[in-house]
């Protein structure tokens, strides 16, 4: 099934697409949403290739757009499907849920982007900046105060990971803010968690703990 008026690239194209995406550790949840974005059918189960092969040309074409060219988009809609991609390549075997909801400690609920399960726990939560200048020192503040919050709450007891993604870079003095703040941790066991940035150079991320 493929969206009236768009255009179709023909079988070829189609298969050369599907023959480069299957090299890629595509996790199923990513498939589903873009199957879902662009209307398009998609295998429930079975080989890599023959699920793709199951899309329509738009959903192929947004897929080999996102994780083979590297394009970005005005939205950042593809550096958030490749941060989600890259999250759960980090936790094999897990439940990686997108958009979740999690309420900390104060009672507020916090919206994640990327949120990791274990066993139905949370182990790790994830945060992507995808557009705009770079991650400043108020953000990366924000974001710890997010995940101390979240930690000390009901359902973040075994959550030992959390991650801030940029794919605009980060500036000195938040590299900074968000080492010292996660310095401050180590004298408490109970609370330990393990910040970590990710930044998205060159087509692929890299991680430094802070």
Known sequence: MVNKGFP?????????????????????FILELVAKECKSDLLERGRIDDRLQSMNDEALELLHKVFVECEEDKAGKYAQYRFFAYVSSMYHKCEVLVNETIPGATGKNHKIPVAVKNNGMYIAVAYNKATGNPVNKKET???????????????????????YGSSVGFRGDALVELENLSKSRTNDPENKLDFKTAN??????????C
């Open 8 to 28: 179709k690239f023909g079988m070829s194209q189609a298969g050369a697409f599907v023959a480069a995406l299957k090299n890629y550790n595509l996790p199923d």
């Open 141 to 163: 503040a924000r974001f710890y105060d997010m995940v101390d919050d979240i930690k000390k709450g009901d359902h973040g007891t075994m959550l030992t990971d959390a991650i």
């Open 200 to 209: 998205f150079e060159n087509n692929i991320y890299s991680v430094t703990k």
